[in-house]
């Protein structure tokens, strides 16, 4: 059985290089030393075809000196260990693949983005370069990415990729957006039988395991005293609600809630619950209390606590498992950071896209949830 990923790098495979090579360089559109064409008498060499060719080849070798100098994904797209560094996914083709499909829907977005920034500039009399969006599509993607995956700070992509720290904001901003609404929009919730059909082995003795909850905590920065002269900040905490399914898919991602809600109280009000069903069995450690109010069975491993650690290798493997499915929710930096003020009005998409973008960064993974 194909993988999802599998098969959508098989219906639309593309490389960088193709990417690179439309023509998005702009001192290189114009061909400035073309000449025009003339004929031979005899069938001796054409010395206008050996110059263009010798032109041709000068264009590639500047180009390709060019994307080699910039921090862009077409640098990085020789190394599947600096794909995952920057992004997370497992590979460069797992990466186009997400790429090829989000495309589409990106180039209106991308114009309309351009558009307002545009008016933005007009209307605040800022300078050109202040919101000067030169990036090529997927590197605009590709610096979210970075962002997200690496939590590198709005100053240092603007120093990186070369655009005003303003524009790096307005990029993560408008693809933060862009993700949660694409990736929003697909049912992630997995059926009881694609659930058993990918089922590891660390589960069997709980077969009827549906979703494994796990609740996460982040921060962001938020301003807390402002004067003319100085102004102070602080850091408020968010609490959300992940569901996966035992091989690893994300199925369910709550809204942020406050802090202050209790583990308790963010699984009532998640949503979670409309989806429980008596035949099913969801796991959880001890912090969440909710055994009378859901509609099934409860598990509650005793080796899931850190003071009760099972010697039983069976056990032992399935925490391991289970460990290893949360760390993938989490290996994004930008989570284990506190998020800058700029964007905090979008900290909501951020972690929500942040944890539907294990279904595609995993390959393995997406298996069952792809073929439901």
Known sequence: MWSFIEIQLREHSVTIKEIYSQGDIHHLEHDYCSVPETTTADNGPDPVKELREEVERLRRQVEEMSVSQRFCLGRFAASDDDIKFYTRFTTCSHLMAFWKLIEPASNNMIRVSRVRAATMKHEDGMTDGALDRSLQPIDEFFLFMVHLSVGLTLRDLGHRFNIHESTVSQIITTWANFLYTVLGSLRIWMSAEAVKAHLPNQFQDYPDTRVLIHCTELRCQTPLFKSED??????????????????????????????????????????????????MAIMFDNSLLVDECVPCKVYRPAYLLEEQISADEEKIQLRVHIEGLVHRVKQHKLLDTVIPLSVTGSINQIYTVACLLVNYQNGPLVEGWAED
């Open 230 to 279: 100085f102004s102070y900040k602080s850091h408020r905490s968010f609490k959300g609600l992940i569901g996966m399914a035992p091989h690893g898919a994300v199925t369910f991602v709550s809204s942020l809630f406050a802090a202050s809600v209790s583990d308790t109280e963010l699984f009532k009000q998640s949503g979670i619950m409309s989806l429980l069903k008596p035949e």
